[in-house]
């Protein structure tokens, strides 16, 4: 049963026994998905926010639904269910999720191979994700070496023949369009590639030695080259891994490093003591790290392909997890601390990718040019692409205290180091457009000390037609390489230099909401420095002039 509390007036209704919350904003829109032991005990924590994911739900928070369950290990289930189902974003997730790619075994005839990224309805047989389509299309080409299976789409039956085509010829595919190989010769060459997909460790070979032993036996030689051919390249990848015990050991190790609302968790799979392979996979959280490896263990329990899991920090839900995944793999799984001296090993080296990567992606973004400043660009007819967005504002009463505003967006975020007042000098009575032109003036002539030499690519003035007039004016005065627009206030309307028509956008358009963030933001700053300039005066005065 599903009940409703508002939050946080009704907290004292919540029961104290296991379940989900579900955590819903203003909009009625699901922001979060938790499960707790206790959920009186866990849902009230956030009315008093010490890390960084609490303080930022905090403000968000309107509603809390919640589902008793029987158990901690149901609750896990459903908590995966509705995570699923939602997709809230304040739980774990891959960044740019659809360009995580997948190797697909379809269920057909014929099975063939491909790459995809997303998990559709359709059936087959999924591995990954894996951090890039590049990772995918190597992998591919390597393994079809060794398991030749066909990657097209063609409809094979056993009555119509095909002329095989070039990649028979260079060894990535088997033929069975052409009928080169038997149909059960076929599906065990895809059975034993399931197979080393899912195991990624030298079991695969002592299969595919007795077969060949077998095809030797049967006088079948061409069958016995082509698994003499498999067990050479299987041979060849695990000879190049990085050997970290010579010990037979098999485990894969999970760790993570957080920074902000960004995260990298670092899979690493260990098979007959060699390194075989090491994932990264970069994650919107504002979790923990036991939280942030639990739920990505959840979200992907595809990577849970070891009876053994290592992970560096104690995990509160570890039993249920293991029950879970149990179920999900079709084996069991152990959830272990890192202690011994491979795992150690294993797990130093995995922090220091972990790190890299977080570190390489974050420097990455912050040079990158997001999506909303190209399309503003596009909608707007800009010269520029806004990097630098200058918004202005004045404010008054009529013609008192008159000050006006400039505020700064780089790359789409706020930039408060460069944030500017001015208080108006050379204006008297109530005439904003004379106020907006002696600010534009002082800040662009760059007469006064502490502006910027850095001229901006858009300036967003608060405004109408009459505002923007005013900014080209000062643009022409000056010559300045900068873009001009006002932004209306009741409609909405965007006034560029191009047209004497406004433009109207999407209510939820991305630029829109940009924009309206510059404006609202150089209003707030303006007024606040109104305020505190009225508030001084009366203080000096004792009384208003």
């Known amino acids: 049963m599903q009940n409703s509390l508002k939050f946080p007036e009704e907290l004292e209704f919540l029961p104290d026994s296991s379940g989900v919350y579900i955590l819903k904003d203003k909009e009625n829109k699901v922001i979060y998905v938790g499960k707790a032991k206790s959920l009186k005990k866990r849902v009230s924590s956030y009315k008093n926010p010490k890390d960084t994911k609490g303080k930022a739900l905090f403000s968000r928070i309107r509603t809390i639904e919640f589902i008793i369950t029987e158990n901690p290990d149901e609750a896990l289930l459903l908590e995966n269910n509705l995570i699923k189902k939602f997709k809230p974003p304040f739980n774990v997730r891959l960044v740019d999720d659809e360009n995580y790619p997948y190797i697909k075994i379809t269920d057909e005839e014929y099975p063939k191979i491909q790459k995809v990224y997303r998990i559709r309805g359709e059936k087959g047989n999924y591995f990954g994700p894996f951090p890039h389509g590049k990772a995918v299309d190597t992998t591919i080409k390597t393994l079809r070496k060794i398991f030749p299976i066909r990657s097209c789409n063609l409809k094979i039956s056993e009555e119509k023949k095909y002329q095989p085509c070039m990649l028979y010829q260079i060894g990535l595919c088997s033929a069975p369009c052409a009928h080169l190989i038997s149909k059960v010769d076929y599906i065990k060459t895809v059975e034993n590639l399931k197979t080393f997909l899912r195991s990624e460790d030298k079991s695969i070979i002592n299969t595919l030695a007795n077969e060949m032993e077998k095809a030797k036996r049967e006088l079948q030689f061409e069958r016995a080259i082509i698994y003499r051919d498999a067990i050479n390249g299987l041979n060849a990848i695990f000879s190049s891994q990085r050997v970290i015990t010579e010990e037979n050991v098999n485990f894969d190790l999970i760790t993570g490093e957080i920074k902000g609302d960004k995260s990298c968790v670092v899979k690493v799979t260990i098979r007959n003591g060699r390194v075989v392979s090491l994932y990264p996979f970069i994650l919107e959280s504002l979790e923990d790290k036991p939280t942030l490896i639990e739920q990505f263990l959840i979200s992907y329990s595809q990577h849970a392909t070891s009876e053994k899991i290592y992970v560096d920090c104690s995990l509160e839900n570890k039993e249920a997890l293991e029950k879970f995944l149990k179920e999900k793999t079709g084996h069991k799984v152990q959830i272990v601390k890192a202690k011994g001296k491979a795992s150690k090993k294993v797990l130093e080296f995995a922090k220091e990718n972990a790190k890299l990567h977080l570190e390489n992606y974050l420097k990455r973004k912050e040079n990158e040019t997001p999506k909303v400043l190209v399309q503003m660009k596009e909608i707007l007819s800009l010269k520029h692409i806004p990097i630098r967005i200058e918004g202005y504002d004045i404010s008054n009463i009529q013609g008192k205290f008159a000050v006006g505003s400039m505020v700064v967006f780089t790359r789409g975020k706020k930039d408060k180091d460069e944030y500017r007042r001015f208080r108006i000098k050379f204006v008297e009575g109530p005439n904003d457009y004379a106020m907006l032109y002696e600010v534009l003036l002082r800040r662009f002539m760059h007469n006064e000390e502490g502006f910027s030499k850095e001229l901006p690519n858009l300036v967003l003035i608060d405004g109408g037609l009459g ?79």
């Open 467 to 545: 505002q923007l007039e005013v900014g080209k004016k000062v643009k022409e005065i000056l010559n300045l390489d900068v873009d001009f627009i006002s932004l209306a206030k009741k409609e909405e309307l965007v006034f560029t230099e191009k047209s004497n028509e406004p433009i109207r956008l999407e209510r939820d358009s991305p630029v829109l909401k940009l924009l309206q963030q510059v404006r609202d933001e150089s209003h707030r700053f303006a007024k606040a420095y109104f305020k505190e300039l009225h508030s001084k005066i009366i203080t000096e005065d004792g009384n208003e002039e």
